[in-house]
């Protein structure tokens, strides 16, 4: 999904930079600076952001908002009215994705709940602060984290697995960075607004752990990264 937003903001450049070639040459009078242009700001990133992000509600109330707000300035919409309709239109949004959410998702859920009462579970939280939660040569249980304003580093590369295992985030303006072993499933349920989950990890009948990770992001970001070729280096999956 990086390289996808990587191409997409190159197109974006390449385009802006081709348009300010062609005014400076004299070949077509464009106006960069229309009425409402500094709405592109909102719309453009989360356009992209629609095509990359798995969970796109964050994306979805960028692009709502920012459009509405180009309407407004262009005339169309009622900036009064305007107003007026963004709050509920929000509103909507989220519950129309706890809706789905719950729906698709019944199945983990119920599977989470049973994993939220095991004993041996991992706590860790960066308020402010950057944290880091290393449990190598560990037996890993399942953790819950907290970032405010802050960075926390989760390594469960190189941890004992018995179980499948439950990784509770909640994440308020901050990062999580999660580093799981190769042979591992990721199940992921993000209620997240401006913010999300970005997991590369490609789900395969013959892993026998799955990591269910639940996160709760408010413009912050959870990223899981594969840690490659480390079966044998310490990772034990003792069922």
């Known amino acids: 999904m990086k390289q996808v937003s990587k191409i997409m903001w190159g197109v974006v450049l390449v385009v802006l930079g081709g348009v300010f070639a062609l005014k400076a040459l004299g070949i077509a009078d464009i106006d ?3 009425k409402g242009w500094w709405t592109l700001i909102i719309i453009i990133p989360s356009a992209i952001a629609m095509f990359t992000d798995k969970d796109k509600t964050g994306a ?4 709502t908002v920012g459009l509405l707000m180009l309407l407004g300035c262009r005339g169309y919409v009622d900036f009064a009215l305007l107003g007026k309709l963004i709050v509920p239109a929000l509103i909507i ?6 809706i789905f959410s719950g729906a698709f998702d019944k199945n983990a859920k119920e599977k989470m709940k049973t994993m939220k009462n095991v004993t041996g579970i991992r706590h860790c939280s960066a308020a402010f602060a950057n944290k880091t939660d290393d449990c190598t040569n560990q037996t890993f249980n399942g953790a819950g984290y907290v970032a405010a304003f802050g960075k926390l580093d989760s390594d469960i590369s190189r941890a004992f697995f018995e179980r499948d295992v ?3 985030v909640k994440n308020v303006v901050g990062t999580v ?3 799981v072993p190769d042979g591992v499933n ?3 349920i993000s209620h997240s607004l401006f913010g999300g989950v970005t ?3 490609q789900n395969s009948d013959a892993n026998v752990v799955t990591v269910y990770i639940e996160a709760l992001c408010l413009l912050g970001n959870v990223e899981v990264k594969k840690q490659v070729n480390n079966y044998n280096a310490g990772t034990n999956f003792n069922f």
């Open 60 to 63: 979805i109330i960028g692009l």
């Open 186 to 188: 990721i199940k992921v």
């Open 166 to 168: 439950l990784i509770n």
């Open 177 to 179: 960075n999660i580093t």
């Open 199 to 201: 997991n590369p990890v």
């Open 32 to 34: 960069l600076f229309f």
């Open 93 to 98: 949004i989220a519950g129309v994705k706890l």
